[in-house]
């Protein structure tokens, strides 16, 4: 099999990580499903990633809906066909002391950053072991190896997902699925701006989403006998 027929499914795919993920896996003949929330802002992922000559289709699928994520990515298989790489970037950031963070905070935070990557990854594990192989790359953080005060419920929600994808990488491995927490720094991506985050960083020394994206390509390009299990990826700067 030859990487110009390889799969790849991405969440949080309309901006940030996961935009520029399609585009590096584009470019390396890679079709990719596209996942997000924003019709608009998929739709023109997909015509840039279609201009480079390979598949690709997006599917607007809201993952805090827990209880339809598994489903979702079952269906997903169905009309795109097999997965072969499984890309779970999508997430949200999230400032507080833990004392001032609401439960229904907490619960919204892990939800989507931990307890949704869990259920993509029950969704698409069906398929992965029928056909013997498969990567699946989590975006954790740096946060996750390293908690920091005032990013309590992101740092517990990340060291989850770092967790998650040492577990599975055991479990899986007779299966020929090989499991990669990426572990970045400070990235300038739009997660700055949301309501749910409260930092005054300088952006302009954080890493770039194309950096990132570069780093997964590189991992899942990585012959089959090898496996990333953890990449930390920081700025050069020495910004977090």
């Known amino acids: 099999m030859t990487e110009q027929n390889k799969s790849a499914l991405i969440t949080g795919a309309s901006s940030g990580i996961g935009k520029e993920t399609a585009l ?6 890679i079709d990719v499903a596209l ?3 924003s019709v608009e802002k998929l739709a023109a992922v997909e015509n840039a990633v279609v201009k480079t000559g390979v598949k690709a289709k997006t599917y607007v699928v ?18 795109f066909g097999n997965i072969d790489i499984l890309v779970n970037n999508a997430g ?15 619960q919204q935070v892990i939800d989507l950053n931990l307890t949704s990557v869990f259920e993509c990854i029950k969704g698409i594990l069906p398929s992965m072991r029928q056909q013997n192989r498969g990567t699946i790359i989590n975006v954790a953080s740096v946060a996750g190896k390293q908690a920091f005060a005032n990013w309590g ?6 060291a989850g997902v770092i967790a998650l994808s040492q577990a599975l990488a055991q479990e899986e491995r007779k299966n020929g699925i090989r499991v ?12 700055w701006d949301t309501k749910t985050v409260n930092a005054d960083f300088d952006r302009s020394n954080m890493l ?5 994206a570069q780093s997964i ?24």
Request: net charge negative; with cysteine; proline share 6%.
């Open 217 to 240: 390509l590189h991992t899942v390009l990585l012959p089959k006998q090898a496996v990333v299990d953890e990449l930390t990826l920081m700025p050069s700067a020495g910004v977090l």
């Open 92 to 106: 949200m950031g999230y400032t507080a002391t833990l004392s001032e963070t609401p439960l229904s905070d907490w």
């Open 180 to 191: 990669t927490a990426i572990c970045p720094g400070a990235v300038n991506t739009e997660i």
């Open 24 to 29: 590096a896996f584009a470019s390396s003949g």
């Open 62 to 79: 809201d993952l805090a809906n827990l209880s339809k994520v598994q489903e979702k990515m079952r269906q997903i298989v169905l009309d």
């Open 153 to 158: 419920a992101y740092s517990v929600s990340k």
């Open 35 to 37: 996942i997000g929330r």
């Open 208 to 212: 770039t989403p194309e950096i990132v």
